[in-house]
């Protein structure tokens, strides 16, 4: 089966800087699950993807505008330590420099801390990988149907997609 519209794929990566260094990996966990054609995974992703199979391995280069956008010059913002995703359980383990989840009118997204207060936390508001050119080394694990509730919800569920609670 083929990678198109309202699939849900399972994959591995590695995702690799210009230097060849590893940021990312897959391959130690449960693969990655998406929706195609749903905007649950980078574009130019997606479209690399599209027509591929299971056992299939590409590699794709993205420019930053292509993957996390270019860093933006004075993007601080400073925001409540409650409007982080899963805030309690960082509460105690803000560190300058961390990775943390904000809640968004658009979902979660990934800041840098800069400074952390009792009430409040400082960050950098770019994605940490934004300004940098990504090679995305992909294995397809599996490609499958959508079920009905995974279209409706407009995202893959069960193990390595999304959880209802």
């Given at each position: 089966m083929q990678i198109s519209a309202n699939k849900v794929v399972s994959f591995h990566y590695n995702l690799i800087d210009v230097q060849g260094s590893t940021l990312e990996s897959s391959h130690n966990a449960e693969p990655t699950v998406y929706l195609h054609g749903?905007?649950?995974l980078l574009a130019a992703l997606e479209e690399?993807?599209?027509?591929k199979s299971t056992g299939e391995k590409i590699s794709i280069t993205l420019k930053p505008e292509q993957a996390y956008g270019e860093r933006r010059d004075g993007a601080t913002?400073?925001?409540p330590i409650k409007h982080l995703h899963e805030y309690s359980a960082q509460k105690n383990k803000l560190k300058i420099g961390a990775v943390v989840r904000v809640n968004t009118p658009n979902g979660p997204w990934e800041a840098i801390v800069l400074k952390v207060g009792k009430f409040n936390?400082?960050?950098?508001?770019n994605h940490p990988l934004a300004?940098?050119?990504?090679t995305f080394d992909i294995e397809i694990v599996n490609v499958r149907d959508a079920t009905?509730?995974?279209?409706?919800?407009?995202h893959a569920h069960g193990v390595g997609?999304?959880?209802h609670d």
């Open positions: 749903h905007s649950n690399a993807m599209l027509g913002q400073r925001i936390v400082d960050i950098d508001s300004g940098k050119t990504l009905e509730e995974e279209l409706a919800h407009g997609g999304h959880h």
